[in-house]
């Protein structure tokens, strides 16, 4: 499993461990996914790069679905719209 070692709230090294070994890196958190770099920030949990959340590809792709969702209903919309006023 991958970690984050964080010094002062910020990623300094990025390491692989086994779980049960963890607690002898009192500083790794682990990374679950998120493609975290040297150097982000960590704060209540979340990281962060240069002020914005990190997120893992399924939270970007679901972010992506949510703006096409929308852009889809807004086309419908202005159509229904636009049929409305022949």
């Known amino acids: 499993m991958d970690y984050a070692l964080i010094e002062n709230g910020q990623v300094v090294n990025l390491i692989s461990l086994h779980p049960d070994n963890a607690a002898d890196f009192p500083s790794a958190v682990p990374l679950n996914g998120v493609p975290v770099q040297i150097g982000d ?19 970007e792709m679901y972010g992506q679905m949510a703006e096409l969702d929308e852009a889809l209903l807004e086309v419908q919309y202005q159509q229904l719209i636009g049929g409305l006023e022949e």
């Open 41 to 59: 920030t960590l704060e209540n949990g979340v990281f962060y790069r240069n002020g914005e959340p990190v997120l893992t590809v399924l939270e």
